[in-house]
């Protein structure tokens, strides 16, 4: 996963895109825009962060 958003952090680069963050919804890479990402709270998905504790070890 963070192959996919490195590099598609750099296409958004490329095309001229500033200000965004790159995420994944619905499996789909998304950009969204900075301001966006942090007005909206949303709950950390522990399960998510388990699997890359594990991967990570």
């Known amino acids: 996963m963070a192959s996919r958003l490195g590099v ?3 296409d958004a680069l490329l095309e001229g895109q500033r200000n965004v963050m790159i995420g ?3 499996n789909e890479l998304v950009y969204v825009p900075f301001t966006k990402a942090i007005k909206d709270d949303k709950p950390i998905d522990r399960e998510t962060v388990r ?5 990570a070890s």
Do not use: H, S, V
């Open 51 to 55: 699997a890359q504790e594990i991967l």
């Open 24 to 26: 994944l919804r619905n």
């Open 8 to 10: 598609a952090a750099i």
